[in-house]
DNA sequence: AAGTTTGTAGTACAGCTGTGCTAACAATCA
DNA sequence: TGATTGTTAGCACAGCTGTACTACAAACTT
């Protein structure tokens, strides 16, 4: 007898692994059984639905990237624990490179899902939270402008738009240039860290 | 008699509304050709499969987001003339909207789907060179640091990044707060034209 | 030991898919 | 006039989809 949870999780990856390989449209019941070496019955044991199936491989991929957040050893110098946190999150290696294909598979289906939707918002809101924290703590060093708000919001666009680019172009967008694309944002963080006027936007 | 480019203009129209409103998985032959009020053996008489359907209306759309960047009037203040062509860029009115969330579910497809790639990166390079040029004005005029590759990857990554987020968080990030968002990054340009040391990133 | 729950498999069903095919109608040209 | 071409419609086909259902074995409970 194989434990539940983890039966449940080897579907789940079995999800992913058809995701990433044929798209999202091709993780059918039957595709997705087939790739976990079991019958449709089986697998409709475990998931009720094709959605419940759905929503539970996304947030396997979200739990698996808090993990790794959280297993993150500590680091006082706010500048490389920001770095540290940031490289964790783009797509440098196979591994990380595959949650960031699926991320994107399931932000998509996520507009029209919306079983998804409660669960991309919350991986959303905790990136969000992420950068806020990272930004709070580079400002509080004199190593950001003052208006954490903002540049958490502009820090946070520019990750994802890394990631999305790194997805579409992975030849272009190494692991280096990725770090380096950070590394230097980072960098323009120290350099302004006087308050801006907002008046004289447009 | 209808002008069939202008047919499958209406078609490709079609397309975008059932990709917008059911996502793009719904758009099929059958769904298209009743959303545009012709029977399926009409909508083959233009498009002889649904990849090639689903390519031209990825044309289009790329088409209609290039000529509304060349009828853009001319700017001679590279700042503001960087804020205008961005602003276009960003999804900030219901039109641009549409064409942002079809651009998301083009570019999740295009991930496992090769008649849709070579659009995807013809974009993507057409975007790229946008914020070149954009960067290179900038930086020439002193308003932005002068390595203009990595600023240029920089805007572009905000840039995508800030699109997948409205179309993910549309009541959060408002018309107002992308144009400030944008604003505030040209801003940031301009305090930080001096060329940083490379030697200190990671 | 009998009964109950749990896991696995297989099948059936209605509904959708893309595509190929045929037929009818309109317009143009010889 | 007849013939050809362009346009619209509809159907048939094989194949896939999610789900419901039954059947059977293994394990656990009483």
């Not at 697998?43 to 639905?49: D, K, T, V």
Request: charged share 30%.
């Amino acid at each position: 007898m194989v434990d539940p949870a983890e039966r449940r999780l080897l579907l789940a990856e079995a999800v992913l692994r058809v995701m990433r390989r044929d798209g999202l449209e091709q993780a059918s019941v039957r595709n997705v059984a087939r790739e976990a070496g079991l019958s449709m019955g089986s697998l409709r044991h475990y998931f009720a639905s094709q959605s419940e199936l759905m929503v539970f491989a996304f947030r396997t991929v979200i739990d698996r990237i808090e993990l790794r957040l959280a297993g993150l050893e500590p680091e006082p110098d706010p500048r490389r624990r920001a770095q540290r946190v940031l490289n964790e999150l783009l797509p440098l290696d196979d591994e990380r490179r595959a949650e960031n294909e699926v991320w994107l598979a399931f932000t998509s289906r996520a507009m029209v899902d919306p079983a998804l939707r409660a669960l991309r918002d919350e991986g959303y809101d905790a990136l969000r939270a992420g950068c806020h924290t990272i930004v709070a703590d580079l400002s509080a060093a004199g190593l950001a402008p003052t208006d954490v708000p903002a540049e958490a919001e502009r820090l946070h666009a520019l990750l994802d738009g890394l990631a999305v680019h790194a997805a579409m172009r992975p030849d272009i967008h190494t692991a280096e240039s990725l770090t380096t694309a950070i590394a230097r944002h980072l960098d323009a963080l120290a350099t302004e860290p006087a308050p801006r006027d907002a008046s004289d936007r447009g």
